[in-house]
C-alpha cells in the first residue's frame, strides 16, 4: 500500500472496556478498539490509493483531506458509541428490577442518532471514490486548467479515430495500425464483427460526431468561465429580501427578510436553491443557469428600478434554437448533486437535436448511479439523478420532461402548468417522441401519487397506452350516452379498469373492449364513427392480434 503517513486518531480504551463491560460478561481484549478503528482506516487508505492511481494527480490532496476527515470523523463515532454504550448496562447485565426504563430510551436515541451518523462517515468513502471521475466544477480554481487539458485530449482522440479510419479504409484491415495496440485491435474487430451495417468502420460515425459534440462543449464552457472571471456580479432587492452574488464563495444567494411560506419555499426549491443554515440564506453554485433561475421565480421579482442589468446580472445564457421547432435539449447527468450542492456539481450539458440528446441520455442511463438505493427527497420520493429537460431558443422557458429515479424513468409533467409549454404542438410531439423512442415508466400526475405511465390518462401529447385510449373511450361514452357516463367523479375509475383490461385481459379484453367501443358509437354521427374507428385502430395496434391457427392433430397410425 502506498501511503506515506496514515493520520490515527486515538480511541479512549478505557471508555471501550466499559461500554463491553456494559452489554457483556466476557473481558475486554485490551487493545481491540483501537486495533478494529485501525483496520478500517487502513481499508479506506486502499481505496485512497487506488483512485490516486486512476486520476489526475491535481486530485490527490483532496482524496488525503478526505482519508483525514474519515480517520477524524471515525474515531469521534467510535468514541462517542462507547460513551452511549457505558451510560446503562444492558438488561442481561442489570437484571429485570428496577431496570431504568427511560434512561434506556433515551440511550436508545442517542445510539440511533450516532448510528446514522456512522452512515454518513461511510459516505466519505464513495466521496473518495468519486474524485477526479466527476465533471469540473466550476468552484475549482483550475477549472480552466482543468478543461483546456481535456480538451486537447478530445482533440487527440478525434484524430486518432479519423487516422485509425483512413488507415482501415485504405489497407482493408486493421492489423499493423500505428495507432492501436494489439489489444485495442482485437476489440475493434469484435465490436466491427458485430456490426449490423453491411460496411462497418472502426469508429462509426457517431463516435466522431459525440466526441466532436463534446470537444464543442468543452470549448463553449472554457469561455463561459473566462467571461465569468471577469465579470462584476450585483444581485437586487425583491419584496422581502435581497439577492445576493458571493463570488469568492461562488454562490447565488437568496435572504429573506422573514421566513418564508411553504409555497415560497416549495418554488425555491424546484428552482434547484437550498437552504444552508451557516449563512442564512437560501444559495446555488453561482453559474448563469443559478440566475436565470432566480430572475424567473415571482418571489424574487426584482422592485422597480431594481431589474438588474445584464453586466449587474452576468452574461445572459442563450439557448439554441434546435432542430427548427423553437426547442432544444438539455442533459442534467445527475441531479441530486444540484440538490446536494455537491462539490462536483452536475454540468446542464446543451444540445441542439434529439438524437444528439438521446445518444448521451443513453450513454448515461447505465450508469450505477440511475440504480442505487438512495434516502428519499423531501418529497418523499426517491431522488431525481439523470434528467433530461426542453428549452426555448429565447432563453424565457425551459422545463426537465424526464427524470430517472431509482431505476425507473418518470415524466414530469411540470410541463403541464406552463402555457406556452403545455400549448405548444412541438412540445407536444417532443413528448410523443420521448415515449416512443426513451419510455416512461412513472409519472405523478399534479396532486396525486405515481401511477404507471400505461394507466395514466394522458390528454397532452401522443401516446398509444392503456391509459390514453381508456380516456378516449371514456370521453367517447359521456358524448354518445351521457346517462351512462354522467358521473365526471368516477372518470378515473372508469379510466382505471379499462386500462387494467387493455393490459391484462390480452386479446380477449382487447377484442371485448373494441366490441364495446363499437356499440357505444352504434348510433353516433360520421364524427363520431370517425373516432370511434379511430380508437378501434389504437386498441388493435395496442393488444388486439390475429388468432393463431389451431395446430392440426395428425391421427396415430394403426400399428401405433
Same mark, same amino acid.
Given at each position: 500500500?502506498?501511503?506515506?503517513?496514515?493520520?490515527?486518531?486515538?480511541?479512549?480504551?478505557?471508555?471501550?472496556?466499559?461500554?463491553?463491560?456494559?452489554?457483556?460478561?466476557?473481558?475486554?481484549?485490551?487493545?481491540?478498539?483501537?486495533?478494529?478503528?485501525?483496520?478500517?482506516?487502513?481499508?479506506?487508505?486502499?481505496?485512497?490509493?487506488?483512485?490516486?492511481?486512476?486520476?489526475?494527480?491535481?486530485?490527490?490532496?483532496?482524496?488525503?483531506?478526505?482519508?483525514?476527515?474519515?480517520?477524524?470523523?471515525?474515531?469521534?463515532?467510535?468514541?462517542?458509541?462507547?460513551?452511549?454504550?457505558?451510560?446503562?448496562?444492558?438488561? =442481561?447485565?442489570?437484571?429485570?428490577?428496577?431496570?431504568?426504563?427511560?434512561?434506556?430510551?433515551?440511550?436508545?436515541?442517542?445510539?440511533?442518532?450516532?448510528?446514522?451518523?456512522?452512515?454518513?462517515?461511510?459516505?466519505?468513502?464513495?466521496?473518495?471514490?468519486?474524485?477526479?471521475?466527476?465533471?469540473?466544477?466550476?468552484?475549482?480554481?483550475?477549472?480552466?486548467?482543468?478543461?483546456?487539458?481535456?480538451?486537447?485530449?478530445?482533440?487527440?482522440?478525434?484524430?486518432?479515430?479519423?487516422?485509425?479510419?483512413?488507415?482501415?479504409?485504405?489497407?482493408?484491415?486493421?492489423?499493423?495500425?500505428?495507432?492501436?495496440?494489439?489489444?485495442?485491435?482485437?476489440?475493434?474487430?469484435?465490436?466491427?464483427?458485430?456490426?449490423?451495417?453491411?460496411?462497418?468502420?472502426?469508429?462509426?460515425?457517431?463516435?466522431?460526431?459525440?466526441?466532436?459534440?463534446?470537444?464543442?462543449?468543452?470549448?463553449?464552457?472554457?469561455?463561459?468561465?473566462?467571461?465569468?472571471?471577469?465579470?462584476?456580479?450585483?444581485?437586487?432587492?425583491?419584496?422581502?429580501?435581497? @439577492?445576493?452574488?458571493?463570488?469568492?464563495?461562488?454562490?447565488?444567494?437568496?435572504?429573506?427578510?422573514?421566513?418564508?411560506?411553504?409555497?415560497?419555499?416549495?418554488?425555491?426549491?424546484?428552482?434547484?436553491?437550498?437552504?444552508?443554515?451557516?449563512?442564512?440564506?437560501?444559495?446555488?453554485?453561482?453559474?448563469?443557469?443559478?440566475?436565470? %433561475?432566480?430572475?424567473?421565480?415571482?418571489?424574487?421579482?426584482?422592485?422597480?428600478?431594481?431589474?438588474?442589468?445584464?453586466?449587474?446580472?452576468?452574461?445572459?445564457?442563450?439557448?439554441?434554437?434546435?432542430?427548427?421547432?423553437?426547442?432544444?435539449?438539455?442533459?442534467?447527468?445527475?441531479?441530486?448533486?444540484?440538490?446536494?450542492?455537491?462539490?462536483?456539481?452536475?454540468?446542464?450539458?446543451?444540445?441542439?437535436?434529439?438524437?444528439?440528446?438521446?445518444?448521451?441520455?443513453?450513454?448515461?442511463?447505465?450508469?450505477?448511479?440511475?440504480?442505487?438505493?438512495?434516502?428519499?427527497?423531501?418529497?418523499?420520493?426517491?431522488?431525481?439523478?439523470?434528467?433530461?429537460?426542453?428549452?426555448?431558443?429565447?432563453?424565457?422557458?425551459?422545463?426537465?420532461?424526464?427524470?430517472?429515479?431509482?431505476?425507473?424513468?418518470? =415524466?414530469?409533467?411540470?410541463?403541464?402548468?406552463?402555457?406556452?409549454?403545455? %400549448?405548444?404542438?412541438?412540445?407536444?410531439?417532443?413528448?410523443?417522441?420521448?415515449?416512443?423512442?426513451?419510455?416512461?415508466?412513472?409519472?405523478?400526475?399534479?396532486?396525486?401519487?405515481?401511477?404507471?405511465?400505461?394507466?395514466?390518462?394522458?390528454?397532452?401529447?401522443?401516446? @398509444?397506452? %392503456?391509459?390514453?385510449?381508456?380516456?378516449?373511450?371514456?370521453?367517447?361514452?359521456?358524448?354518445?350516452?351521457?346517462?351512462?357516463?354522467?358521473?365526471?367523479?368516477?372518470?378515473?375509475?372508469?379510466?382505471? &379498469?379499462?386500462?387494467?383490461?387493455?393490459?391484462?385481459?390480452?386479446?380477449?379484453?382487447?377484442?371485448?373492449?373494441?366490441?364495446? &367501443?363499437?356499440?357505444?358509437?352504434?348510433?353516433?354521427?360520421?364524427?363520431?364513427?370517425?373516432?370511434?374507428?379511430?380508437?378501434?385502430?389504437?386498441?388493435?395496434?395496442?393488444?388486439?392480434?390475429?388468432?393463431?391457427?389451431?395446430?392440426?392433430?395428425?391421427?396415430?397410425?394403426?400399428?401405433?
Amino acid at each position: 500500500m502506498e501511503v506515506d503517513i496514515i493520520q490515527y486518531y486515538a480511541i479512549n480504551e478505557e471508555l471501550a472496556r466499559r461500554a463491553k463491560g456494559m452489554i457483556s460478561f466476557s473481558d475486554y481484549v485490551p487493545g481491540s478498539a483501537t486495533a478494529s478503528y485501525r483496520q478500517a482506516v487502513d481499508k479506506a487508505a486502499e481505496i485512497a490509493e487506488q483512485q490516486k492511481r486512476v486520476v489526475d494527480p491535481i486530485h490527490h490532496k483532496k482524496i488525503d483531506r478526505l482519508l483525514d476527515t474519515y480517520a477524524r470523523r471515525l474515531a469521534e463515532n467510535m468514541n462517542q458509541d462507547f460513551a452511549i454504550t457505558a451510560r446503562v448496562p444492558s438488561i =442481561l447485565i442489570a437484571g429485570g428490577s428496577n431496570f431504568p426504563v427511560r434512561q434506556k430510551e433515551k440511550q436508545n436515541r442517542a445510539a440511533d442518532a450516532n448510528m446514522e451518523e456512522w452512515r454518513q462517515i461511510q459516505g466519505i468513502l464513495d466521496k473518495i471514490r468519486g474524485t477526479g471521475k466527476g465533471g469540473i466544477s466550476a468552484d475549482d480554481p483550475e477549472a480552466v486548467r482543468k478543461l483546456k487539458s481535456k480538451l486537447a485530449g478530445l482533440e487527440q482522440e478525434q484524430e486518432r479515430m479519423k487516422a485509425v479510419n483512413a488507415y482501415y479504409r485504405k489497407h482493408k484491415t486493421l492489423d499493423g495500425c500505428p495507432h492501436l495496440t494489439p489489444e485495442e485491435i482485437e476489440k475493434l474487430k469484435v465490436s466491427m464483427a458485430r456490426d449490423w451495417h453491411p460496411e462497418p468502420k472502426p469508429y462509426p460515425s457517431f463516435h466522431l460526431t459525440n466526441n466532436n459534440s463534446m470537444i464543442r462543449q468543452t470549448r463553449k464552457r472554457i469561455e463561459e468561465l473566462s467571461v465569468k472571471a471577469e465579470t462584476e456580479y450585483e444581485g437586487w432587492a425583491f419584496e422581502g429580501g435581497e @439577492v445576493k452574488m458571493d463570488v469568492q464563495a461562488n454562490r447565488l444567494q437568496v435572504f429573506f427578510d422573514e421566513k418564508p411560506d411553504r409555497d415560497t419555499c416549495s418554488a425555491m426549491r424546484h428552482g434547484g436553491f437550498r437552504w444552508a443554515p451557516s449563512v442564512g440564506a437560501w444559495q446555488r453554485q453561482l453559474t448563469d443557469n443559478a440566475i436565470y %433561475a432566480a430572475k424567473h421565480l415571482d418571489c424574487l421579482r426584482p422592485l422597480p428600478g431594481e431589474q438588474p442589468t445584464r453586466e449587474q446580472a452576468g452574461p445572459v445564457r442563450e439557448v439554441p434554437q434546435g432542430d427548427g421547432n423553437g426547442w432544444s435539449f438539455y442533459i442534467i447527468a445527475d441531479l441530486k448533486t444540484w440538490a446536494d450542492n455537491a462539490e462536483n456539481c452536475s454540468p446542464l450539458e446543451h444540445f441542439l437535436s434529439f438524437e444528439a440528446a438521446k445518444t448521451r441520455f443513453d450513454e448515461l442511463r447505465s450508469e450505477p448511479y440511475n440504480n442505487e438505493a438512495t434516502e428519499p427527497s423531501p418529497d418523499g420520493r426517491p431522488p431525481a439523478r439523470l434528467t433530461l429537460g426542453i428549452e426555448s431558443g429565447d432563453g424565457l422557458s425551459a422545463a426537465d420532461i424526464l427524470q430517472v429515479r431509482q431505476g425507473r424513468n418518470c =415524466l414530469v409533467t411540470d410541463f403541464t402548468c406552463m402555457d406556452r409549454l403545455r %400549448a405548444d404542438p412541438a412540445v407536444r410531439e417532443i413528448l410523443g417522441r420521448v415515449s416512443r423512442e426513451i419510455g416512461f415508466d412513472l409519472v405523478q400526475p399534479p396532486g396525486g401519487p405515481p401511477i404507471p405511465f400505461e394507466e395514466w390518462d394522458n390528454p397532452y401529447f401522443p401516446a @398509444v397506452t %392503456a391509459g390514453s385510449i381508456a380516456a378516449r373511450i371514456y370521453d367517447l361514452g359521456r358524448q354518445c350516452i351521457p346517462e351512462d357516463f354522467a358521473d365526471e367523479a368516477s372518470r378515473e375509475g372508469t379510466v382505471a &379498469v379499462f386500462a387494467r383490461m387493455l393490459q391484462k385481459g390480452g386479446t380477449g379484453g382487447a377484442r371485448e373492449i373494441a366490441l364495446a &367501443v363499437s356499440g357505444i358509437a352504434m348510433d353516433g354521427n360520421e364524427a363520431v364513427q370517425a373516432e370511434a374507428n379511430a380508437i378501434i385502430q389504437d386498441i388493435a395496434a395496442y393488444g388486439l392480434k390475429e388468432e393463431a391457427p389451431e395446430k392440426v392433430r395428425r391421427k396415430s397410425s394403426k400399428e401405433r
